[in-house]
């Protein structure tokens, strides 16, 4: 155990006024509260005062740790990791710390600390009265936000707590409280409700199959309909997909069908809304109506509406390019870090999200092929020789030919490799770092995204096979978390049945038949390479994929990954930062409107013969 998280002496903790301190932090949340004791920490430091001063680290030691309740395994997690180290985490509080923990519980009466210091007992000592304990608190700190409308910085106390207090089990009284008091806040919301509480609550209640299913139901879309004429239209869709989800798990088919094709009118005219906006235009219009499109699908809704819709879309995917913008910088990455955070600062989560998805451009492949064949021309002794490509162990991993050969395949190679090792190298490290990471940041830092709130990305989006939005939806939290070690595990895998999945939309076939009649399907690399893949996602993404995941010149993700040779420091490379932008972009874009364009045209044909 570090210095810094050595317990004081009882006797020193009681000397101090921390409950005070505590009740002083403007909110009563763990990160005000920790602002305060670490404020209060160096104001006796600075004054001399090194043993009171200890008392307060020690404190904002346990009160920094953040609550993860959508971790099963870590619900109590550092706060910040990096490649290089972490904040403090529980097991690193010795016995005589946790000893130090447990009687601070009887301590305090401010119920968010009494909540810490019982979960911390409980995940540590398997106490099941710490867990009932923290349970209650953790109610009680909630409520208390609640009352004076702050509820959002601490939604994950209710989580937290409703999972303990069904780990006790569910006849339990105090699991019945947290349904009681959920029922009774969503009656009071079903008439007031202005923001997100009421799709949180439903969700805790459909999670744990409590509540009358029709009920919920009857309430979310009742928001979802007082929401949608006010210009919260994001929001009031996400109450009518939680009332689709009551319906279908009560086997109402014919109620989700009905919400599908009402989410899509909120859809189609919210992207009507967007034209001519500053900051939307078409391009958000047609990422609206692109979801719009496939919800009515989905849904059933009449066919001559989808195709005057699809018509619809396809003319404005046309006006899309022109106001497309891009960073355009000299070697000063300052200027490129201060553009990257105005981009998404003081925007909506969604509206921030979209404008780091295409606030820089994907690598333009001829442009790119242009400096390559520039640089060949201008220093030709740098590329005589063919060079090795070796892994950190010495392997010899790739060749590069010579450029400067009359054999044309061979110095089409030769160029192609030096393209991904530039991208590589030089423009793939500068993007993730000046501008994928500073958007990145700055959108946590004000929006602190949660999955609820990210579900706009993934649902009836063209580009994910059903049934594969959770595993997306995971992978991109865990990069607006920092937790890089977490993205390429649940996105790798999942881009290459999305590349079959657009294919397929377009009646192409991803599998091939050996002569033994095994049908086996594609491998990424060969979907990569298809022209139908290039005509769909357009070349210079699939460029940015094929370097990032398959070439042994670009970053060989794919490989790497599944080989078990990224470490896990690699986890923070440019690599994975811009393979988890690319699949944000992807989604944001709907990469897959090509697909849906010819499947269409085929269906079209198929009738008119």
């Known amino acids: 155990m570090s210095e810094a998280l050595r317990p004081p002496s009882t006797e020193d903790i009681t000397a101090q006024p921390w409950q005070d301190v505590a009740r002083q932090a403007e909110h009563p949340s763990y990160t005000h509260i920790s602002t305060k004791f670490s404020q209060k920490a160096a104001e006796l430091e600075q004054a001399g005062d090194s043993t009171g001063a200890s008392v307060y680290r020690f404190l904002n030691h346990i009160v920094f740790i953040h609550l993860d309740p959508d971790n099963k395994d870590q619900p109590l997690r550092p706060a910040w990791m990096s490649p290089t180290g972490r904040s403090a985490a529980i097991e690193d509080f010795d016995e005589q710390a946790r000893d130090t923990i447990e009687k601070l519980i009887q301590s305090t009466e401010v119920p968010l600390l009494r909540a810490r210091f019982a979960d911390m007992v409980w995940l540590l000592r398997k106490n099941y009265k710490m867990a009932e304990l923290a349970a209650t608190e953790y109610l009680a700190a909630f409520k208390q936000l609640d009352d004076s409308d702050n509820w959002a910085y601490e939604f994950a106390c209710l989580k937290r707590g409703i999972?303990?207090?069904?780990?006790?089990?569910?006849?339990?009284?105090?699991?019945?409280?947290?349904?009681?008091?959920?029922?009774?806040?969503?009656?009071?919301?079903?008439?007031?409700?202005?923001?997100?509480?009421?799709?949180?609550?439903?969700?805790?209640?459909?999670?744990?199959?409590?509540?009358?299913p029709v009920v919920s139901a009857r309430i979310a879309e009742t928001i979802g309909d007082r929401l949608e004429p006010t210009g919260s239209s994001f929001l009031a869709r996400d109450y009518y997909d939680i009332a689709a989800k009551f319906h279908r798990a009560n086997g109402d088919m014919a109620n989700v069908q009905r919400l599908g094709i009402?989410?899509?009118?909120?859809?189609?005219?919210?992207?009507?809304?967007?034209?001519?906006?500053?900051?939307?235009?078409?391009?958000?219009?047609?990422?609206?109506?692109?979801?719009?499109?496939?919800?009515?699908?989905?849904?059933?809704?009449?066919?001559?509406?989808?195709?005057?819709?699809?018509?619809?879309?396809?003319?404005?995917?046309a006006k899309t390019s022109g106001e497309m913008k891009s960073f355009s910088h000299e070697v000063d990455t300052s200027n490129i870090v201060a553009a990257a955070r105005d981009s998404v600062k003081g925007k909506a989560l969604p509206q921030a999200i979209f404008a780091m998805a295409i606030g820089h451009p994907v690598i333009n492949a001829d442009e790119l092929r242009k400096r390559v064949m520039g640089y060949m021309n201008d220093f030709p002794l740098t590329h005589l020789f063919s060079a090795a490509f070796m892994a950190g162990d010495g392997r010899v991993m790739a060749h590069k030919p010579s450029a400067l050969t009359t054999d044309e395949e061979t110095r089409e190679k030769a160029i192609e490799a030096e393209m991904f090792h530039q991208a590589a190298n030089i423009d793939w490290p500068l993007r993730a770092q000046a501008y994928i990471n500073t958007c990145r940041e700055q959108i946590t830092e004000e929006h602190h995204p949660t999955l609820q709130e990210l579900q706009f990305l993934v649902l009836h989006n063209p580009f994910i096979p059903e049934g594969h939005e959770p595993i997306f939806l995971r992978g991109i939290l865990a990069g607006f978390r920092g937790e890089f070690d977490i993205v390429p595990h649940f996105l790798v895998p999942q881009i290459e049945e999305s590349i079959r999945h657009i294919l397929r939309s377009a009646g192409h076939v991803t599998s091939k038949l050996d002569a033994k009649l095994i049908?086996?399907?594609?491998?990424?690399?060969?979907?990569?390479?298809?022209?139908?893949?290039?005509?769909?996602?357009?070349?210079?993404?699939?460029?940015?994929?094929?370097?990032?995941?398959?070439?042994?010149?670009?970053?060989?993700?794919?490989?790497?990954?599944?080989?078990?040779?990224?470490?896990?420091?690699?986890?923070?490379?440019?690599?994975?930062?811009?393979?988890?932008?690319?699949?944000?972009?992807?989604?944001?874009?709907?990469?897959?409107?090509?697909?849906?364009?010819?499947?269409?045209?085929?269906?079209?044909?198929?009738?008119e013969s």
């Not at 569910?170 to 349904?179: E, G, M, P, Q, S």
């Not at 995941?549 to 811009?578: I, M, Q, T």
């Open 163 to 212: 999972a303990l207090a069904r780990m006790l089990g569910a006849k339990n009284k105090l699991f019945l409280d947290y349904v009681s008091f959920i029922e009774s806040r969503l009656s009071s919301l079903e008439t007031t409700c202005t923001d997100s509480l009421g799709t949180r609550l439903l969700d805790l209640l459909f999670e744990y199959r409590s509540g009358e």
């Open 262 to 317: 009402k989410k899509g009118e909120s859809l189609v005219r919210q992207a009507e809304a967007c034209i001519g906006k500053e900051g939307q235009g078409y391009f958000t219009a047609t990422h609206h109506l692109a979801i719009a499109i496939e919800c009515f699908r989905q849904s059933g809704a009449d066919d001559a509406k989808i195709q005057s819709l699809h018509k619809q879309l396809i003319e404005w995917q």
């Open 519 to 607: 049908q086996e399907q594609r491998l990424l690399g060969t979907l990569l390479g298809l022209p139908e893949t290039i005509e769909i996602l357009g070349k210079d993404h699939v460029f940015e994929l094929r370097g990032i995941l398959c070439e042994k010149f670009g970053y060989d993700l794919r490989n790497r990954l599944a080989h078990g040779f990224v470490s896990y420091s690699d986890c923070w490379g440019a690599d994975v930062l811009n393979l988890w932008w690319l699949v944000i972009r992807l989604l944001s874009i709907p990469a897959a409107r090509k697909a849906k364009e010819d499947a269409a045209a085929k269906e079209k044909k198929e009738g």
